[in-house]
C-alpha cells in the first residue's frame, strides 16, 4: 500500500467515523416534548405542545434580567414565523400573576402567556434556570437553551429557517 493512499484511507475512516458519530448525536438529542394543556391569560381554549406546527416553549419570570433580552426575540420570532406557522408560548413562573403583569407592562408580548406558579410544567421540562427556552417539532424537542444567548437565539433561527425550508 502506497503513502498516499494508506493516508487518503485514514482521512477517509476519520471523517466517515466523525459523520456517523454526529449523525448519532443529532438523532438521539431530539427527545420527546412533555405535554401539557393550561389555560392561557384571558383565553378559553387549551394549549397543547403537541400540535404539528413548531413551538417555541419559554419559561420566565419577572425576577428574571435575560428574560428582558429575551421578550424582544421571541416577538421577533412571532413577527418573522408565526405566518408560516411558529407557536411562541411563554410559561411564567412567578408565584405572584401582579409581579408577571408589572413585568408585561414593560415588556409587552405578542405571544401566547400561560402561569405555572406551581412548577407544574418546569417540573416536566426540568428547567434548570431563566429564562429556558425548548424549540419543540412534532412533540419533540429539537432545540433547547438555558439563559439567553445572541448565538443562541441565531441558532433557533437558523433551526426555523431549516424547519420553514428558507
Not at 456517523?20 to 392561557?40: E, G, H, W
Not at 391569560?41 to 417555541?56: A, D, F, H, M
Not at 408565526?82 to 414593560?106: H, M, R, S, W, Y
Not at 429556558?132 to 433547547?144: A, M, P, T, W
Request: glycine share 4%.
Amino acid at each position: 500500500m502506497t503513502p498516499l493512499r494508506s493516508t487518503t484511507e485514514a482521512i477517509v475512516r476519520t471523517l466517515l467515523s466523525l459523520f456517523l458519530t454526529l449523525s448519532f448525536a443529532a438523532a438521539v438529542a431530539a427527545k420527546p416534548a412533555p405535554d401539557f394543556s393550561l389555560k392561557p391569560n384571558l383565553q378559553q381554549s387549551l394549549i397543547e405542545v403537541s400540535q404539528k406546527g413548531p413551538v417555541y416553549l419559554d419559561f420566565w419570570a419577572s425576577w428574571c434580567g435575560p428574560c428582558r433580552r429575551s421578550f424582544p426575540f421571541m416577538n421577533e420570532l412571532v413577527a418573522q414565523y408565526q405566518p408560516e406557522g411558529l407557536t411562541v408560548i411563554a410559561v411564567n413562573l412567578d408565584v405572584e400573576k401582579q409581579d408577571a403583569d408589572n413585568f408585561l407592562t414593560q415588556f409587552p408580548a405578542n405571544f401566547t402567556i400561560v402561569y405555572d406558579p406551581e412548577f407544574t410544567i418546569a417540573d416536566a421540562y426540568k428547567v434548570a434556570g431563566m429564562p429556558s427556552s425548548y424549540l419543540i417539532y412534532k412533540g419533540e424537542i429539537i432545540e433547547q437553551h438555558v439563559g439567553f444567548r445572541e448565538k443562541d437565539a441565531e441558532a433557533t433561527h437558523r433551526t426555523l429557517k431549516k424547519l420553514f425550508g428558507n
